[in-house]
T-cell receptor, first 112, second 115 residues
Framework: GESVGLHLPTLSVQEGDNSIINCAYSNSASDYFIWYKQESGKGPQFIIDIRSNMDKRQGQRVTVLLNKTVKHLSLQIAATQPGDSAVYFCAENQGSQGNLIFGKGTKLSVKP | EAGVVQSPRYKIIEKKQPVAFWCNPISGHNTLYWYLQNLGQGPELLIRYENEEAVDDSQLPKDRFSAERLKGVDSTLKIQPAELGDSAVYLC?????????????FGEGSRLTVL
């Protein structure tokens, strides 16, 4: 089976609320993780990344948390906006540069 | 800076016909990838090039799929003959080896429908 997966296939939030998207991975050797956002009809777009020697990284309105103990990754989006509506994928690099393994994705819907 | 360019955006063919997709990566990016994305799924790697060399094609169904990157820039992915199950989006991505991040830059994809 896939080594990267998501707990919830869909997530609906109210505009202005914070969103949390979760991801589980199974390969403890993975040392690099990326979150991508994919809008309908477009290719995946980089959001934020984190290396395994970190447990938290912040960007603009986004934070990624990495818990290596339980092999869990999360993406937090602050003050979610309608433009955040998309499918979000986590991806892991299993030691070979660029060979990202993607999970199935979580669809985020933002209600006005 | 221009992004990854793919063509065609959409292609509809009948089964057993051939089809080809073209990708122009970001200028200077030496690594190029072809991914397959089925509806509702995450992208799956088909092949990865470092310059003109295919360094990972373990997931490419070689009986019907082929790819080339002759001059280490543009790439073409071909399917011959196409089957119904090949209906999907074919994504091309590029990256710069040795960059600070492992970020892949994706094109908008070529959506294939096989009838």
């Amino acid at each position: 089976g896939e080594s990267v997966g998501l707990h919830l296939p869909t997530l609906s939030v109210q505009e202005g609320d914070n969103s949390i998207i979760n991801c589980a991975y199974s390969n403890s050797a993975s040392d690099y993780f990326i979150w991508y956002k994919q809008e309908s009809g477009k290719g995946p777009q980089f959001i934020i990344d984190i290396r395994s020697n970190m447990d938290k990284r912040q960007g603009q309105r986004v934070t990624v948390l990495l818990n290596k103990t339980v092999k869990h990754l999360s993406l937090q989006i602050a003050a979610t906006q309608p433009g955040d509506s998309a499918v979000y994928f986590c991806a892991e690099n299993q030691g070979s540069q660029g060979n990202l393994i993607f999970g199935k994705g979580t669809k985020l819907s933002v209600k006005p | 800076e221009a992004g990854v360019v793919q063509s065609p955006r959409y292609k509809i063919i009948e089964k057993k016909q051939p089809v080809a997709f073209w990708c122009n990566p970001i200028s200077g990016h030496n690594t190029l990838y072809w991914y397959l994305q089925n509806l509702g799924q995450g992208p799956e790697l088909l092949i990865r090039y470092e310059n003109e060399e295919a360094v990972d094609d373990s997931q490419l169904p070689k009986d019907r799929f082929s790819a080339e990157r002759l001059k280490g820039v543009d790439s073409t992915l071909k399917i011959q003959p196409a089957e119904l199950g090949d209906s999907a989006v074919y994504l091309c991505a590029s990256s710069l080896r040795g960059a600070d991040t492992g970020e892949l830059f994706f094109g908008e994809g070529s959506r294939l429908t096989v009838l």
